[in-house]
Nanobody
Framework: QVQLAESGGGLVQAGGSLRLSCTVSEIIFSIDYWEWYRQAPGHQRELVARITSSGRPSYSDSVKGRFTISMDNAKNRIYLQMSSLKPEDTAVYYC?????????WGQGTQITVSS
């Protein structure tokens, strides 16, 4: 069973930075894309960033210019570098991968941004 493990969450002051990591338990060459989602209390889960298997990134408008998604060369780990954090970035952040009809979610990691 493929597993995703996120790390790097925590508490940070507004304006600060954090880096999240997501590691997949095995190298899967057929992954179409990796994504980061987040879900704040009382809100739906929303897509934050995506990176394709070829390394092309895309971002939601709410984080564009502040967050950077990247992939390591082994293609079994992605990162989300978050800068200029705002209190509204507070949420549980989830890693997600998909290929074909398969999809897997990480367990989530809490990010809390204090004002």
């Amino acid at each position: 069973q493929v597993q995703l493990a996120e790390s790097g969450g925590g508490l940070v002051q507004a304006g600060g930075s954090l880096r999240l990591s997501c590691t997949v338990s095995e190298i899967i060459f057929s992954i179409d894309y990796w994504e980061w989602y987040r879900q704040a209390p009382g809100h739906q889960r929303e897509l934050v960033a995506r990176i394709t298997s070829s390394g092309r990134p895309s971002y939601s408008d709410s984080v564009k210019g502040r967050f950077t998604i990247s992939m390591d060369n082994a293609k079994n780990r992605i990162y989300l570098q978050m800068s200029s954090l705002k209190p509204e970035d507070t949420a549980v952040y989830y890693c997600y991968i998909a290929w074909g009809r398969k999809e897997f979610w990480g367990q989530g990691t809490q990010i809390t941004v204090s004002s």
